[in-house]
């Protein structure tokens, strides 16, 4: 299985994007210490190739985003990575159209992308604790990260035509980062998704609005 690794974490302001970086190299090591996986990556702070970014969209099986969330939505490397990858991959293999046609025009938006089959995993990392998303009252309404905040990253994936598996978001990283139970859990994350699953080719596919 072939899989190709993002790290969003983005060095801007105060950020130094570690740890994202952190995340996105124990995701490496989780793949390269089981045999059969293929691994490639990307670091948004090092510079790209567009044409190269596609190709590795399109070899991938799964790709796997990690990102922070800034003023809760993608910071702006990322959401530029995004923008000048998929725009080279028009027609080259991530996306044909957006699926309409003249004759209907209303119908089919959505349907035009290149990468069905293909799965997607996102991490994100927030200021915010868990508690912002789970409680009456509190600042996001009871909506989960990706059903709320998200909603619109999963649906670009969508457009590609490719299926999202379980996410995993980290909290209050920014004042209360426990990078080492995080780390655990995130591996657990990997393990259940890609070891327990491997066999049966990721059916598991979370269900979003």
Not at 72 to 77: D, M
Not at 81 to 90: K, L, M, R
Not at 125 to 143: I, M, R, Y
């Amino acid at each position: 299985m072939n899989i190709f690794i993002i790290n969003g974490g983005q060095k801007f302001g105060h950020s130094g994007g570690r740890f994202n970086k952190s995340i996105a190299e124990a995701t490496i090591r989780f793949f390269n210490n089981e045999p059969d996986f293929e691994v490639r990556s990307t670091d948004i702070n090092e510079g790209y190739d567009p044409k190269q970014e596609v190709e590795n969209y399109k070899w991938a099986d799964v790709v796997i985003y990690h990102t922070p969330v800034w003023w809760f939505q993608l910071p702006h490397g990322m959401k530029k990575y995004i923008d000048v990858v998929f725009t080279e991959g028009h027609d080259k293999g991530i996306y044909r159209s957006d699926g309409r046609s003249s004759a209907n025009p209303a119908i089919n938006y959505g349907t035009g992308g290149s990468m069905h089959g293909k799965h997607y995993m996102l991490t994100t990392s927030w200021n915010a604790p868990k508690e912002a998303f789970t409680l009456p009252g509190e600042f996001f309404n009871e909506k989960s990260v990706d059903e709320g905040p998200m909603f619109g990253f999963h649906r670009m994936n969508a457009f590609t035509g490719m299926k999202p598996l379980e996410s995993m978001h980290f909290h209050d990283v920014e004042k209360n980062a426990d990078i080492v139970n995080d780390l655990k859990r995130y591996e657990e994350h990997l393990t259940k998704l890609f070891i327990t699953k491997e066999k049966e080719m990721l059916p598991d596919v979370i269900s979003l609005p």
